[in-house]
T-cell receptor, first 113, second 113 residues
Framework: GENVEQHPSTLSVQEGDSAVIKCTYSDSASNYFPWYKQELGKRPQLIIDIRSNVGEKKDQRIAVTLNKTAKHFSLHITETQPEDSAVYFCAASRTGSARQLTFGSGTQLTVLP | DAGVIQSPRHEVTEMGQEVTLRCKPISGHNSLFWYRQTMMRGLELLIYFNNNVPIDDSGMPEDRFSAKMPNASFSTLKIQPSEPRDSAVYFC???????????FGPGTRLTVL
């Protein structure tokens, strides 16, 4: 089955700096890669996703890059703000009827004012 | 749209008691997922249903856990008998036919004393 590894487990940045979280996956057939943000005591919520036919996707201050050859993908947050503080999870899955998400272990991001 | 609904939001019970968690997926979604989240093990997929049929229950920890989906708008996760190590937040998520995005419910925080 799929295995997703996520690094780092904790990340502290100064407000306004950039943050990068990296994930690797094992199943070469995976082609859907979402990122979820989970604030303390809340549910995971999708913030951005990318499919294997795209190398990069941006949404305002958030971007995700994908390297299918190396089987890794990354989340980039620019101009970080205190409200970006949360746990971020990457995930991977195939598409099709048997698709299910395998999550990474999470990264606790703290943005220091 | 009310989103995924879970009940109860909090449950405190004593070891040996039966616990039933409930989930109502987003109307029109045909896939439903049960996850367990703990600090030690992160987000684990327990079981998922497609069109009310269990597809993969390999994540169910042991026979004390069971899940049902009697119709498209309701699912239950039952633990009998419960043990202190079952203490966790249990999330339900649903997904539509033509999308890969999973939408999470607010979760049930279970404490087994």
């Amino acid at each position: 089955g799929e295995n997703v590894e996520q690094h780092p487990s904790t990340l502290s940045v100064q407000e306004g700096d950039s943050a990068v979280i990296k994930c690797t996956y094992s199943d070469s057939a995976s082609n859907y890669f979402p990122w979820y943000k989970q604030e303390l005591g809340k549910r995971p919520q999708l913030i951005i996703d990318i499919r294997s036919n795209v190398g990069e996707k941006k949404d305002q201050r958030i971007a995700v890059t994908l390297n299918k050859t190396a089987k890794h993908f990354s989340l980039h947050i620019t101009e970080t703000q205190p409200e970006d503080s949360a746990v971020y999870f990457c995930a991977a899955s195939r598409t099709g009827s048997a698709r299910q998400l395998t999550f990474g272990s999470g990264t606790q991001l703290t943005v220091l004012p | 749209d009310a989103g995924v609904i879970q009940s109860p939001r909090h449950e405190v019970t004593e070891m040996g008691q039966e616990v039933t968690l409930r989930c109502k997926p987003i109307s029109g979604h045909n896939s439903l997922f049960w996850y367990r989240q703990t600090m030690m093990r992160g987000l684990e997929l327990l079981i998922y249903f497609n069109n009310n049929v269990p597809i993969d229950d390999s994540g169910m920890p042991e026979d004390r856990f069971s899940a049902k989906m009697p119709n498209a708008s309701f699912s239950t996760l039952k633990i009998q008998p419960s043990e202190p190590r079952d203490s966790a937040v249990y999330f339900c998520a649903s997904r539509g036919t033509s999308t890969d995005t999973q939408y999470f419910g607010p979760g049930t925080r279970l404490t087994v004393l």
